[in-house]
């Protein structure tokens, strides 16, 4: 079962995101050169193995792989829970609808 949040909650949860992706733009700009696999791979001769590559380099790939994740976790499930609201107040009978009933 899903745990519903309050608005509130989701709100925080979305800026955060929104903060996050930024961060994460912040970085990849910072570190763009670094950052690009082929750079990487020619300058340090590096062919999928991190730990040659100089700590700031490595933690800044480490860093970008870490929030791309946390970030695409953290949409889906904001767009989770925001569908799940949408069908949850269109299958609830309106108003009139109750009152046509009777």
Not at 28 to 48: C, N, P, R, T
Not at 54 to 59: C, E, K, L, V
Not at 75 to 92: A, L
Request: no cysteine; proline share 3%; aromatic share 6%.
């Amino acid at each position: 079962m899903i745990h519903r949040r309050t608005d509130k909650e989701l709100d925080r949860e979305r800026q955060y995101l929104e903060s996050t992706e930024e961060r994460l733009r912040d970085l990849e700009a910072h570190h763009s050169d670094f950052l690009d696999s082929s750079y990487v791979q020619q300058k340090w001769k590096v062919i999928g193995d991190r730990k040659y590559l100089p700590p700031d380099i490595r933690g800044a790939l480490e860093l970008r792989e870490k929030l791309q994740k946390w970030i695409a976790e953290s949409r889906i499930k904001i767009e989770t829970e925001e569908e799940s609201r949408r069908i949850d107040k269109s299958s609830q009978p309106t108003k009139r609808g109750l009152n046509d009933e009777t």
